[in-house]
């Protein structure tokens, strides 16, 4: 069975920083892509960031380019989001999701995690 929980959403307040993980277990880790969404209150999921599966390729969505890194730790199942620079239009409930291959679109994705809370105050 496959399980992702994330953690390490907040409080937190404009310009400062959060790291969230997710860790993975009931999937052979090192084969799947690496995902985060995020969903604000009363709007649709959307496509944050990607890792592929040696954790060098990545992708972005341009409202995060210079502020998000996602990161992965394949000995440790884990992958993380480092998020700088934050903003009120950041504050979301974040997803990590896995796929065997990349998409952008949240209907393509059939392992979620519960998601964990970020809230940015201006």
């Known amino acids: 069975q496959v399980q992702l929980v994330e953690s390490g959403g907040g409080l937190v307040q404009a310009g400062g920083s959060l790291r969230l993980s997710c860790a993975a277990s009931?999937?052979?880790?090192?084969?799947?892509?690496m995902v985060w969404f995020r969903q604000a209150l009363g709007k649709e999921r959307e496509f944050v960031a990607a890792i592929g599966r040696n954790g060098i390729t990545t992708d972005y969505v341009n409202s995060v380019k210079g502020r998000f890194t996602i990161s992965r730790d394949n000995a440790k199942n884990a992958v993380y989001l480092q998020m700088n620079s934050l903003k009120p239009e950041d504050t979301a409930v974040y997803y990590c999701?896995?796929?065997?291959?990349?998409?952008?679109?949240?209907?393509?994705?059939?392992?979620w995690g519960q998601g964990t809370q970020v809230t940015v105050s201006s």
């Open positions: 009931g999937l052979l880790f090192n084969t799947f892509v």
């Open positions: 999701a896995a796929r065997y291959l990349f998409s952008s679109t949240q209907g393509d994705y059939r392992y």
